[in-house]
Every structure is written in structure tokens, then in C-alpha cells.
């Protein structure tokens, strides 16, 4: 087995609009976070679904560009777009084009070959309403033996089952060593309190739990073991918070791989850490991570423009 860490689910061209104007970014969950842990220094393979279009270039020149390797399913319908507005607190509001709302992902020789090597197999933003698609990942899952690790990442604008989609994603989270949830998860989801939910994945059988709470910050629950970290505090204002929760899993993932904790210290530094690199990225546009050194030494009026 290698530290690679592989990433299931999506990819995708993030249109924003805002007072000043279009601009396009290279984005989906999964593929942050694939891009993220590149970023890190761990290697990282996406699995996801890429259409054969000009958007589906610019997805794989970017990912080249990051050396993370790139396992497609070609999507029927063209790449999947996201049209984000923005509010003035910087929280996007998304709708999803054909491609977003009837993505799929194939699970063939290529795809559980790089899983069976994998030190984690991460699964981010999947139609876990899509109960055949669920079926199938659940037993390339279960052939690769890889530690499982979920964040659910639900979408209202391409989810078409509340109910099944909790079905497909709690069928697959008691064997997790990690599910992040945030706050809106648990509302859209289970129209309950994020420290519900967090509960109900211990009940289940998930060996730890990270729950991100926007300004409120951040808990993880592993066994006996919680902590807690408030939002970091760096230099210049919040420009977007887009990725913040796909940096923060990575960073989380990469320590996972690179020092597994095994106490309430060390989950705690893990958790430390994962909100800096957050805090960091929030301090730019678009959700590509970023370190807390990106912060020092520049110009903190110009960041984000």
C-alpha cells in the first residue's frame, strides 16, 4: 500500500457572479480536496466523471497542473457547472447544470485497481440518492479492503431524494475512520442540530467524526477523544468561503496518513492545524487551499482580486 490517497465524487466548472462580474474556477468538492492534498505533499488520485468538452479541458489541465492523476468516467451530458451567487457575507448559493444533477461514476478495472492501492479512500459530494450508483461503490469499497473515509457534501440543487440520499450515505458510514459533517449538512439533511448528527455517527459505528460549525469552528468526536478549535485567527478579511470545508478535510486527511493520532492531544494539534490551512484559504478566491504562510508578506489589501 502507498500514502496515496484516492478521492471519489466531483468535478466541475464553479461560475461566479457577483457585483464584479463572471469568472470561472475549476471546482467540485472532491476535487478540491484531491487538489488539496496534492498541495500538501501527499499524492492524490480523483475519480470522477469529466465531460468531453472544453470544460472537461480546462478540469484535466488543471489537475495536471497539480499532479493529481485523474481516473474519468466521460459524462454524458458535458461537464457539470455550478452558477454561484454570492451574498455580501460571501457564502455562495449554488444552481447546477444537467451534467451536476446526472453524474455518475464507473467503477471499473482502473478505478478499483488505484482504491485496492490506496492508504484512504475518500468520498466527497456522491449521489448516495442514486441507490444503484451507492450499490456500487459500497462494493468497490468493500473489495479494496481501504480505510473509508465520507463527507456527504449534500447539494439541494442535485439531490432529487432527501431520504434515500440518507439511506445510501448512512449505509456506508459506520465502516468510515472519518465523516465530516457541517452544520448545514445536518440541517439539510436531518433537519436537526449539528451535535445530533454528530452523535448519530458515533451510534453508527464511525470511528471519528469531524464537525465544522462556519464561525462557531470546529469538533472532533474519536471514541472518548473530543476537541474543539475555534476559527483561526490570520491577517486580512474573509474573501470567500467556499473552500474552506474541502481545505480542512484535506488537511485532515494528510495527517491521518502522515501521523494517525491516537489521543485527545494529537487530535487536537490535527484539528489546529485544519483550521489554519481553512482560515488561510478563506483569504483568497476560489477554493483552491492554501497554506498560512500565503498570508505573510504580501500585499493583505490586494488578496482575493
Known amino acids: ?101 446526472a453524474r455518475r461514476v464507473r467503477f471499473g478495472d482502473a478505478e478499483r485497481a488505484a482504491m485496492a492501492d490506496a492508504a484512504l479512500v475518500v468520498v466527497s459530494c456522491f449521489p448516495f440518492d442514486d441507490v444503484a450508483q451507492t450499490l456500487e461503490l459500497a462494493g468497490a469499497v468493500e473489495a479494496s479492503g481501504a480505510p473509508l473515509v465520507i463527507d456527504p457534501n449534500p447539494r439541494s440543487g442535485m439531490m432529487s431524494d432527501r431520504v434515500e440520499f440518507v439511506r445510501g450515505f448512512e449505509s456506508l458510514a459506520g465502516r468510515c475512520v472519518l465523516v465530516k459533517v457541517g452544520d448545514d449538512d445536518a440541517a439539510l439533511l436531518y433537519g436537526e442540530p449539528l451535535d445530533a448528527l454528530r452523535a448519530r455517527l458515533v451510534d453508527l459505528g464511525a470511528d471519528a467524526v469531524l464537525a465544522t460549525q462556519g464561525s462557531a469552528g470546529a469538533a472532533i468526536e474519536a471514541g472518548a477523544d473530543v476537541v474543539t478549535r475555534p476559527i483561526s485567527d490570520l491577517p486580512g478579511r474573509i474573501v470567500d468561503t467556499m473552500g474552506a470545508g474541502d481545505a480542512s478535510l484535506a488537511a485532515t486527511l494528510v495527517g491521518l496518513v502522515d501521523s494517525p493520532p491516537e489521543d485527545a492531544e494529537s487530535w487536537g494539534a490535527l484539528l489546529q492545524t485544519a483550521m489554519d490551512v481553512a482560515a488561510a484559504t478563506c483569504r483568497f478566491e476560489g477554493a483552491l487551499l492554501r497554506l498560512p504562510s500565503a498570508v505573510d508578506g504580501i500585499d493583505l489589501d490586494r488578496i482575493g482580486t
Do not use: C, W
Open 1 to 101: 500500500m502507498t500514502k496515496r490517497i484516492v478521492v471519489i465524487g466531483d468535478a466541475l466548472i464553479d461560475e461566479l457572479r457577483d457585483d464584479r462580474g463572471v469568472r470561472e474556477f475549476v471546482g467540485g468538492a472532491a476535487l478540491n480536496v484531491a487538489v488539496g492534498i496534492a498541495r500538501l505533499g501527499v499524492p492524490a488520485t480523483l475519480i470522477a466523471m469529466v465531460g468531453d468538452d472544453e470544460a472537461g479541458a480546462h478540469i484535466r489541465e488543471y489537475l495536471s497542473d497539480f499532479g493529481v492523476e485523474l481516473i474519468e468516467t466521460v459524462g454524458p451530458y458535458g461537464s457539470s457547472r455550478a452558477v454561484s451567487t454570492r451574498s455580501g457575507s460571501g457564502e455562495p448559493e449554488y444552481v447546477f447544470n444537467e451534467a451536476a444533477q
